[in-house]
C-alpha cells in the first residue's frame, strides 16, 4: 500500500484535490477532521483545553469557541505550542489506525490530508509527500477573496505556517495551482496516475 501525505498552505487548493481524490473512491485521512471530532462537546480534550486555556473557549452549547482559542494562540508562539503538543499525538494516533486499517481492507492508495504535515513531523507516517503549490501574492489575494479580510490578517495567518516555498522544496510532489482549474485538473490525474502505478507496484511485490 502506498501511503501519501498532502499538504499545502491557506487558500493553495488543497480541499479541490482532496475532493478528486475522493471522488475517485481513495480513502483520504484527513486531518481536520479528526481534530474536530476529537473536539466534539464533552470529549476530553476539549475539557483539557478548558484547563489549560480557561473556560472561555467553550461555548455554552458545550462546542469549542475556536474564535476565542484561536485569538490566545494567534499571536502567543508558547500558547501554540502548548495547544499543538495536546492536539498533535492524539491526531498521530487516529491517523495511525486509520492507515493499518486501510491495509488491512486491502487498500492500495491512501491520502493523509494534513495541513500541517511537515511542522508536526507527521511525515514520518506517509512513503510520499504532495504539496498544492502557489505563489504568496495569489496566496494572499485568494485568502482576501474567501474569507472577506484585509492583507494584513490575511498576512497574518499565512505566516502562521511554514511558506509553501519551503513546503515545496521539501516534496516528492508538487502541483502548482497558479492557472485555471482545467489545468489544475490536468495536473491531477497526471499525478494520481502517476502514484496509482506506483502504489500498486507495492501491492503486487
Known sequence: MLTVGLTGGISSGKSTITSWFLEKGIIVLDADEIVRQLQKPGSPLLNDLAREF????????????????????????????????????????????????????GEQLVILDVPLLFESGFESLVDETLVIYVSRDIQVKRLMQRDQIGEDYALAKINSQMSLEKKRDRADYVINNERSIRELRTQFEQMFEMLWEKACQLSSN
Open 54 to 105: 480557561g473556560s472561555n473557549v467553550i461555548l455554552e452549547t458545550g462546542e469549542l469557541a475556536r474564535d476565542v482559542l484561536g485569538s490566545i494562540i494567534f499571536h502567543d508562539e508558547v500558547a501554540k505550542q502548548k495547544l499543538n503538543d495536546m492536539i498533535h499525538p492524539l491526531v498521530k494516533k487516529k491517523l495511525v489506525e486509520g492507515i493499518e486499517q486501510a491495509k488491512a481492507c
